[in-house]
């Protein structure tokens, strides 16, 4: 079954920058891809989401500006850039697998395969 693997978390002073990647083991062509993320003591938010073709994205409010999602379909590979990160962006990102190939802004209830994260912290 398909499994995604997050990489590319660390840790940066605020204004700085990551990109995280995600490997999908399988093909991802089909579906709308996302990212999450759970600040400490924090329940699971959306980040953003990339329809099939990418074509179309969403993200958050609060990092509107700052995050660039992306994909490359034929590496089943899925992108985000982290740009101008502040401390409230620490948290443990996930990268997931939607149950369509068009998005919305990204909700848990329409994906269904999880990776197990990767580790983001900013600091002041």
């Known amino acids: 079954y398909l499994q995604l693997v997050e990489s590319g978390g660390g840790s940066v002073q605020a204004g700085g920058s990551l990109t995280l990647s995600c490997a999908a083991s399988?093909?991802?062509?089909?579906?709308?891809m996302g990212w999450f993320r759970q600040p400490p003591g924090k329940e699971r938010e959306g980040v953003a989401a990339i329809s099939f073709d990418g074509a179309h994205t969403f993200y958050t409010d609060s990092v509107q500006g700052r995050f660039t999602i992306a994909r490359n379909n034929a590496n089943n590979t899925v992108f985000l850039q982290m740009n101008g990160l502040k401390p409230e962006d620490t948290g443990t990102y996930y990268c997931?697998?939607?149950?369509?190939?068009?998005?919305?802004?990204?909700?848990?209830?329409?994906?269904?395969?999880w990776g197990q994260g990767t580790q983001v912290t900013v600091s002041t």
């Open positions: 997931a697998f939607g149950l369509f190939s068009w998005c919305r802004a990204p909700a848990s209830e329409d994906f269904r395969v």
């Open positions: 399988g093909y991802i062509i089909s579906s709308c």
